[in-house]
C-alpha cells in the first residue's frame, strides 16, 4: 500500500521517494513448541518500503556534484569487525540526513507496535 509519494519540487539537496508498506496475509504460520506440544502460531510481519528517485534534473546534479566526502561515525560496525566510521559522498550525505529526520518517524509510528 503506497503511504507516501513526495515528487518533490526540484531543490537541491531533496529527494524524491516514496514510501510502500505491506504486511504478510498468506498463512505464515510457524510451528512453535509449548509443553511437549507444538502449536501453530501466526506470526505476521509487516515490511516497509521506501524507494529514492535518482538523478533526474539540474537540481539533482548540482547535488551530485557537490562532491567532497564527509566522515560519518555508526553506532555499531557495518559489519562484524568493520570499522564503525565511514566517508561518503557529502551531497548523498547530506540529503539522505533529511529524508531521515522525515520518514523515520512516519515509519516508526506504522511498523512499531
Do not use: W
Not at 504478510?24 to 509487516?46: A, V
Request: proline share 4%; with cysteine.
Amino acid at each position: 500500500h503506497l503511504i507516501k509519494h513526495d515528487s518533490t519540487n526540484p531543490v537541491p539537496g531533496y529527494l524524491g521517494h516514496y514510501v510502500a508498506i505491506g504486511s504478510d496475509d498468506d498463512d505464515g504460520s510457524l510451528l512453535e513448541e509449548t509443553n511437549s506440544s507444538f502449536e501453530k502460531k501466526r506470526k505476521k510481519e509487516k515490511v516497509a518500503v521506501i524507494g529514492i528517485k535518482g538523478t533526474s534534473t539540474f537540481e539533482d546534479l548540482l547535488t551530485d556534484m557537490c562532491a567532497n566526502s564527509v566522515e560519518y561515525t555508526l553506532d555499531r560496525p557495518f559489519y562484524k569487525g568493520g570499522s564503525n566510521k565511514l566517508r561518503c559522498h557529502e551531497g548523498v550525505y547530506i540529503s539522505s540526513q533529511r529524508l531521515v529526520a522525515d520518514l523515520l518517524p512516519m515509519v516508526k509510528n506504522l511498523l512499531i507496535p
